[in-house]
């Protein structure tokens, strides 16, 4: 017998003895955190009863990859669509699908010539391809729900035009849209969860459930779907070239040199593993690990958890540094605790000048203690919450990462500097990330990091909140429960804004650290020069639309009133799919006349800017400079840089984005609502970015006053889903001709109590 048959001999006796072993049983509930690890311990053993269907998936895609020599692909949104390409703890299967050319361009544009190699131009390029073949197998899903509203139709439309097989990992209600939109195909296979989107715990005195499930579920499919892979392609005896995705940059295993070439590697002697072992084998060591986490670290979880909490009372600011887990910013079912940093490695600039005393930064890694970051924190007199997990066999010297250098790896947390203001958290994930042992492979293959960084990550979001819940501050500022009202022809929720005032417009301070903020380019402050001078202005009470008036509401005024529809409507009918969208492409008269019918009015710039910016301060210090505050994020609202990924700081990274692939699916606006972390001060939603809103006013210059001769434009606000930062600033003014129809310009109402 050959030394690989040997090696897969015991590795099939050892996995047997794992599928016989009891089952871990839910940890003891004593904390909110508790109920989340109980979620992913019960997800564990739901997706195990799908091993059948799974496995029979995994068969289908290596069939193919196999017999027709095609390559597996990875898509979706970027969180999805990367964990198959070097999340894959050791192996990586996939290349990702980019089918918009120019957003692939500039990926590889964007990447730099310096080791970790996923950051390399050469791997972008060997990684990722924008067509698929009959040949493919892609794998397709959506971490974050609102990706998956935008683009899954036409991603599947696409690939089903290629031709190739489609494996599609989410929830059943997508599966069913997608059986709806397509009927039932052969080459379109649904893996699919019931997880519902948006929060999955509830918290007494905590008005909306926080902790998002669904991520979790799609890849806890995703994985043990590539478990089975694997065995699907040993029972052919052939598996794909792989990436050895530690080896490359560390010496903790061999630094064994990099395989790319994505081709077959020469067949080894193997024995044949049975459908579900691998996939039973890793779902195993995922319930040991996410049982293992809290249980003897519950004293550090709850010191953890009341720094954070103190830290949002005492409006101190908490950073989440995150690396292979989840993106949590903007997605349904976090409550907003943290400014989000994501893939920093260890390697944290951003937070050197924004980090103070009494902020709490909690670092969610990997293997490696940040010195870097650590050394900032301390510096600035903040406290960190470092979560790592700790290795078994330290290797001889540390890894070398890029341009963060040095990382070294520990096995007790007792050889790190310790203090008052440092909490350690071991992760407990195995200790170079992958848990399946292939035989003649160098290292194991899958991972396991994400679950362990997710648990840890969302755990301390329970417990905060829970913590936060019970604060008797909380319970009085509930008390001054804002004031709301249903106007009564369209039913559209209103938000009483009260009587005040604000300082409306910018000085050149504000705008000069606004564009040092957002990166933009200096020669645009020419367009903030309307917003001058700032003056003080009062505004009485009134009320106004939480939402932009939707399609739904337009289509129930046209059918009363005869009024025309939106050019880019079909008939009288709004897309279907865009129904609790705001409706765009209508000018200002259109705007006007569906007030008159609903019995209200189009807000003034003042009124519009006072609910967007909420009242100064006093001290002479201006009101917020966006809806949710001083800093922008992309992340946060709908906007182009929002759908292009990425930040994009000048008018040549636009013009490539709006003019790729994409194109085809304009306009990209998102339901209202979809943004909560971007609600003004007075509880309004999607006042930056989404869609321009009319006001009643004509743009006059502040200075000017009332000059007849300005009256040629008549003012919009808030900026759209094709905007960068600069029209998303709620001092930001853009007019336009009375008569202009756009798919970027919609409107909400307002009226006088």
């Not at 964990?83 to 980019?98: K, N, T």
């Not at 494996?167 to 080459?187: A, H, P, Q, V, Y």
């Not at 809290?294 to 709850?302: A, I, L, T, Y």
């Not at 865009?578 to 710039?605: F, I, M, S």
Request: glycine content about 6%; hydrophobic content about 40%; proline content about 6%.
């Amino acid at each position: 017998m050959s030394n690989s048959l040997k090696q897969l001999s015991l590795l099939v006796v050892a996995i047997v003895g794992l599928n016989t072993s009891a089952r871990a049983e839910p940890i003891k509930v004593e904390q909110a955190g508790d109920r989340f690890v109980n979620f992913v311990l019960n997800e564990i053993e739901t997706t195990r009863k799908a091993l059948p269907d799974i496995a029979k998936a995994a068969d289908a895609a290596a069939e193919r990859i196999v017999r027709q020599d095609g390559e597996l692909l990875s898509a979706g949104d970027h969180s999805f669509s990367l964990e198959p390409v070097w999340r894959a703890g050791g192996i990586a299967f996939s290349r990702q699908y980019l089918p918009e050319k120019k957003a692939a361009a500039a990926a590889v544009k964007a990447a730099g010539d310096k080791i970790p190699y996923y950051r390399t131009k050469e791997f972008v390029e060997h990684f990722t391809v924008n067509q698929a073949t009959s040949k493919d197998v892609v794998l397709l899903g959506f971490e974050n729900e609102r990706q998956e509203q935008l683009h899954l139709i036409s991603t599947v439309k696409q690939l089903l035009s290629d031709e190739a097989l489609i494996i599609f990992f989410g929830s059943e209600s997508s599966s069913k849209k997608l059986e709806r939109e397509f009927g039932r195909r052969d080459n379109l296979i649904s893996i699919t969860h019931n997880v519902p989107d948006g929060g999955i715990i509830e918290v007494a005195g905590w008005p909306k459930k926080i902790c998002s499930g669904r991520s979790i579920a799609n890849r806890l499919y995703l994985w043990t779907f590539e478990a089975e892979l694997i065995s699907a392609f040993m029972r052919r005896g052939k598996i794909p070239g792989i990436l050895l995705s530690v080896t490359y940059e560390s010496p903790q295993v061999w630094n064994i040199p990099l395989l790319h070439d994505y081709k077959f590697i020469p067949a080894f002697n193997v024995t044949p593993v049975q459908r579900r072992v691998l996939g039973d084998t890793y779902l195993n060591h995922l319930r040991r690990i996410v049982s293992s986490i809290v249980p003897d670290q519950r004293k550090k979880f709850r010191q953890a958890a009341g720094w954070l909490a103190e830290a949002a009372r005492t409006k101190h600011k908490s950073f989440a540094l995150l690396i292979h887990g989840l993106d949590p910013d903007g997605l349904p079912g976090d409550p907003g605790l943290f400014t989000v940093f994501s893939e920093g490695n260890a390697y944290y600039p951003q937070l050197d000048d924004k980090i103070g005393k009494n902020d709490v930064a909690l670092f969610v890694g990997y293997n490696w203690y940040p010195p870097r970051l650590a050394n900032t924190v301390d510096k600035a007199g903040g406290k960190q919450i470092l979560c790592f997990t700790l290795v078994q066999e330290q290797p001889p010297k540390p890894a070398i990462y890029g341009e963060v250098g040095e990382l070294r790896h520990f096995t007790s947390f007792d050889q790190l500097p310790q203090s008052e203001n440092r909490i350690y958290i071991d992760l407990k994930f195995a200790q170079y990330n992958a848990v399946l042992k292939i035989p003649d492979y160098p290292i194991p293959a899958l991972e396991t990091s994400s679950f362990a960084e997710d648990v840890v990550y969302w755990h301390l979001v329970a417990d905060t909140i829970e913590l936060l819940a019970k604060n008797p501050e909380r319970k009085k500022e509930k008390a001054k429960k804002r004031v709301t009202a249903n106007n009564a022809k369209d039913g559209a929720e209103m938000v009483l804004v009260p009587r005040g005032s604000f300082l409306m417009g910018s000085t050149t301070a504000e705008v000069d650290a606004q564009f040092r903020d957002t990166g933009l380019p200096v020669d645009w402050k020419k367009h903030t020069l309307d917003e001058q001078p700032r003056h003080l202005q009062n505004v009485p009470a009134f009320f106004i639309y939480k939402y932009e008036v939707t399609s739904e509401q337009y289509q129930a005024f046209i059918a009363a009133t005869g009024h025309r529809s939106p050019p880019h409507w079909k008939g009288t009918n709004h897309p279907a799919d865009r129904a609790k969208h705001p409706v765009v492409e209508v000018n200002w008269d259109d705007a006007q006349a569906y007030c008159r019918w609903a019995g209200t009015r189009l807000p003034t710039e003042a009124e519009w800017e006072y609910a967007a910016r909420g009242a100064s301060p006093g001290d002479g210090k201006p009101s917020l400079a966006f809806p949710w505050g001083n800093a922008w994020d992309y992340r946060l609202s709908n906007n182009s840089s929002f759908h292009a990924g990425k930040e994009l700081q000048n008018a040549e990274d636009w013009k490539v984005w709006y003019e790729g692939d994409q194109k085809s699916l304009f306009p990209l606006t998102t339901r209202g609502g979809s943004f909560p972390k971007s609600v003004s001060p007075f509880g309004v939603h999607d006042m930056a970015g989404n869609a321009w809103e009319w006001c009643a006013d004509f743009q006059v210059s502040y200075s000017k006053g009332d000059d007849a001769e300005q009256k040629k434009l008549r003012a919009r606000r808030g900026g759209s889903w094709a905007n960068v930062a600069l029209h998303i600033r709620s001092a930001d003014r853009q007019g336009a001709p009375q008569q202009a129809l756009n798919l970027f310009t919609g409107f909400r109402c307002v009226k006088t109590p």
